[in-house]
């Protein structure tokens, strides 16, 4: 994964916007957090290979950055983006890690369902 590009994130998400796309989002504190601290409390979203169209999505922030995607009846978006790839299935992995490395968000797009 590498800094996120935000021209290059526009670009693939106007290229993918009406069109069915899968979705992966998920977001943690993680188990570490409540490790670290017995008072913090574990929170976690997961959803994954939701399938929907987007007509309309922007990335926005100056790092870490928002991405929104807009559906028929709302939205859809991930803040708290630092890095991206686009892997050789021409899927987009867009992540928030925090300082020391720990994944905080995930938000990945892809034309077919990801692995179960």
Not at 42 to 64: D, E, H, M, Q, W
Not at 99 to 110: C, N, T, V
């Amino acid at each position: 994964m590498k800094p996120i590009i935000p021209n290059e994130i526009q670009e693939y998400l106007d290229q993918h916007a009406n069109k069915e796309v899968y979705i992966h989002l998920e977001t943690t504190t993680g188990a570490y957090n409540a490790h670290q601290n017995e008072n913090s409390m574990t929170v976690v979203a997961f959803i994954r290979n939701a399938k929907f169209r987007y007509s309309l999505a922007k990335i926005t922030g100056f790092g870490p950055f928002r991405v929104g995607l807009k559906m028929e009846e709302g939205w859809t978006y991930a803040e708290g983006l630092t890095d991206f790839t686009v892997d050789e299935q021409n899927r987009l992995i867009l992540a928030g890690h925090h300082p020391d490395g720990k994944l905080a968000i995930a938000l990945q797009i892809s034309t077919v369902p990801f692995p179960s």
